[in-house]
C-alpha cells in the first residue's frame, strides 16, 4: 500500500513538471518569433533607406501643401500634379496593400474568424504555431498539410504576376505604415466605382506616386486583382475599408 502512494506521488509530480516543461517551451517559442522578428524588421528597414527621402518614413507627420506639391513636382518630371490628388493616392496605395494582406490571409488562414496577430511575411512561423497545441506540443499534422498547400498554391500564382515572397510582403506592410488607409467609410462615395477599376488605379499610380516604387505598387494591384477574380468579390471590398468582412 506505501508503495503505491510513493508511486503515486511519483506519476503526480512527474505530470505537474512536465506542464511546466511545456509551457516553458511554448513560451520559449514565442519569445524566439518575437526576436527573429526583430531582426527581419531591422533588415527590411535598412532596405528602404535609399527610398527614405522620397516617401514619407512610418510615423512621421503629415506633409503640409508645400510638400506635397514639391513631391508632386519631383514624382512627375516636373509636371504639377495636385497635391491632393497625390495624397488621394497614397492612401488608395495603402488601401490595396492592405486589402492584399487581409486577403493573402484569408485564403491561407480559412478557419480563423480573427487575423489579429497575423502577418503575411511570417506566415510560416504562424503555421506552425496554429497547429502545435500550447499545452502538449501535439501537432495536427492533417491542419499543418492543408495550411502548407494553401500558402504554396497562392505563392505560386502571385508569382507569376511579379510578386516576391521575399520582398512583398515586408513593401506592402511598409506601403500600410507610410500612407495608412483610405478613412472613407461611404459605400456610396463617388470615388467607389472609380477605385474598382484596375485601369484607372494603374493610371493615377503611375501618374502621381514615385517612379523608383510604382513597378512594385503595380504588382501589388495585380495581385489583388487575381484575388478579386478568384473570390468573386470587389476589387476594394464596398464599403471601402470595410475590415471586417476581409
Known sequence: MENTNIYSCDEEAFNMESSRLLAENAQLRKMMGLMQE?????????????????????????????????EAKMVNSGTQIDPEKVKKCQRIVGEIAFQLDRRILCAIFLEQQRLYGYRVPYIKEKIIEVTTSPTTGKVDEKLRSEL???????????????????????????????????????ARTKDLSSYNDPQ????????????????????????LVYFAREDGKSLLISPLSSHSSL
Open 38 to 70: 526583430n531582426v527581419e524588421l531591422r533588415c527590411v528597414l535598412k532596405d528602404h533607406e535609399r527610398k527614405a527621402q522620397i516617401i514619407t518614413p512610418p510615423g512621421q507627420h503629415k506633409k503640409d501643401h508645400n510638400d506635397l506639391k514639391e
Open 200 to 223: 484607372y488605379l494603374n493610371k493615377m499610380i503611375t501618374e502621381c506616386m514615385s517612379s523608383d516604387i510604382v513597378k512594385d505598387i503595380i504588382i501589388i494591384l495585380n495581385c
Open 148 to 186: 502548407y498547400q494553401r500558402y504554396n498554391h497562392i505563392m505560386d500564382e502571385l508569382r507569376k504576376l511579379g510578386y516576391n515572397p521575399a520582398v512583398h510582403p515586408h513593401f506592402t506592410e511598409y506601403m500600410v505604415n507610410t500612407y495608412g488607409i483610405t478613412k472613407d467609410r461611404n
